[in-house]
């Protein structure tokens, strides 16, 4: 099998960037950097069986970072697996609008909720020194990926991750003290369109992470419920939201007692982003 085969067999399966997707493939096989790989690029035996059960299951529509392992998010290459949500790169919106409120503040500890691979958290983290972060999360599973992403960052002394359903649980006493702010990227698709997702969406990232409720907004009702008595004075809450959930989800926050500070767009237009401060 050569890397010219590979960029074949995936062009003929519709795979979008086949000849990119080819590279990184032949890249974490040979464990070489994706930009060194080219025609002339050399693949055992072994490498080419590898190769082989690996472009199956990406022409099976399995998504790619689902089958090498790991994905870039903002600055920083993170571990993942079908136990975790893939990061987004929307997501990146709202992690670059907590960095600015944390330096601006002077912001010393904060929760994620929901926190998946934790690559929201981590990354806050390695960019800021002096932060302390809470990641918390139902999933067992996916708070062990949580736990290798902060050793893979060597941010594992300033983490600390909890096993918890926020629906369940009693939050009164979850934190071991009050934090300056919480960022949670919760579901919020609504339970009848999860099955119009892609299949590489709803197939292989866990449903739990998806599925916002009937109305995708059952995960924002019951952080503003929870949120107020997890945070410090004048703490910040940073969300980031479904298409047109903006104005749903600052009227439930503001109903539980913060204020909305602002609403960020994405890329696209879309907004994407809410920020609270605590009343």
Known sequence: MTYQDIISALSEAHIPSPRLEARLLVAA??????????ATTSITPVQAKQLSTLLQQRIAHKPLDKIVGHREFYKYDFKVTEDVLSP????????????????????????????????????????????????????????????????????????????????????????????????????????????????EVKRFDPLDALDGGEDGLQSYKKLAVISGGLMAANAYI??????????????????????????????????????????
């Open 29 to 38: 096989v040979c464990r070489i950097n994706p930009n060194d790989v080219n």
């Open 238 to 279: 940073i969300l980031e939201i479904g298409i047109k959930q903006a104005q749903k989800v600052q009227s439930i926050f503001e109903t539980c007692g913060f204020n909305c500070l602002k609403i960020i767009k994405d890329l696209a237009g879309i907004e994407r982003c809410l920020i609270f401060v605590k009343k």
């Open 88 to 199: 987004r790169p929307d997501t990146e919106i709202m992690l670059e609008a907590a960095l600015e409120i944390i330096k601006k503040q002077g912001l010393k500890s904060v929760a994620d909720f929901g926190t998946g691979s934790g690559c929201i958290l981590l990354s806050l983290l390695k960019e800021i020194p002096d932060l302390q972060g809470f990641g918390i999360d139902k999933s067992a599973a996916a708070l062990r990926i949580a736990k290798q992403n902060a050793e893979l960052l060597n941010v594992q002394n300033r983490s600390m991750f909890m096993q918890a359903d926020w629906f369940v649980d009693d939050f009164s006493s979850i934190l071991p003290q009050k934090v300056d702010l919480i960022v949670s990227n919760p579901p919020y698709i609504p339970s009848a369109d999860v099955a119009l997702l892609d299949d």
